[in-house]
């Protein structure tokens, strides 16, 4: 199926591992329609192996427009990367609602508490349901065949540097069906939640060879 380019959404080895001590909260999108940009917030980790070793990648989406907020990239899994990404989206705007896994990252007083000072509600996924978070695992899926198993990266930043001109072209330039055939950026910012011309600028445009296909 990997040859053909086809996988399935399956659950996958937890990369974030919970905390005993840390608290744990509801899933609160069972149900929930989702309407509009900045309703819901998601995040997420997955790895990428490099020529040498690998590292992990994390993501924040909008799940309206699946629009990538923001992004790291580290080499261990302690929760600063995941921070860093936060912070970072949360230049841009603040959601409604912010959804992850029960991994130690995303319950640790650090990141909860970033978020509860926003007055976000934090939901979590139900312990080894993948499909409580779909739109990121779908977003993995759409990395790894689209740019990560086309490459052999050497170095950390050789993969830094790749995936930004991916994530750029996925949010500038990649047409989804369910968005209308309009890209991220455009399903996001139609609805002015935030300014393109915001301090948070997205790599050269035009450097990806691979061309816009579709998603839903």
């Not at 086809?6 to 909260?25: G, N, R, T």
């Not at 924040?60 to 261990?76: A, G, P, Q």
């Not at 603040?94 to 509600?121: A, C, K, W, Y």
């Not at 996001?188 to 035009?206: L, M, N, V």
Request: contains cysteine; hydrophobic residues 35%.
């Amino acid at each position: 199926m990997k040859i053909l380019g086809l996988e399935a959404v399956y659950p996958k080895p937890w990369l974030s591992k919970p905390a005993k001590d840390h608290k744990k909260y509801p899933y609160l999108l069972r149900d929930v329609v989702i309407e509009r940009p900045d309703h819901v917030w998601s995040t997420d980790i997955t790895y990428i192996r490099l020529r040498s070793g690998f590292i992990y990648l994390a993501a924040i989406m909008d799940w309206h427009s699946r629009y990538v907020l923001s992004w790291e990239v580290s080499t261990t899994l302690d929760a600063e990367f995941c921070i860093r990404a936060l912070e970072t989206a949360l230049t841009l705007s603040s959601p409604e609602i912010f959804n992850s896994d029960q991994g130690s990252q995303f319950t640790s007083v650090e990141f909860t508490e970033r978020l509860l000072n926003f007055g976000i509600r934090i939901s979590m996924d139900g312990r080894g349901r993948a499909m409580d978070n779909i739109f990121v695992e779908r977003l993995w899926r759409t990395v790894k065949y689209e740019e990560v198993y086309l490459k052999s990266y050497e170095t950390v930043k050789e993969a830094r540097e790749s995936l930004a001109r991916y994530f750029h072209f996925y949010n500038t330039e990649r047409l989804h069906e369910s968005l209308g055939y309009r890209t991220p950026q455009e399903a996001y910012f139609k609805e002015g939640r935030i300014k393109e011309d915001s301090g948070t600028k997205p790599a050269q445009a035009g450097l990806h060879q691979i061309q816009p296909s579709f998603l839903s």
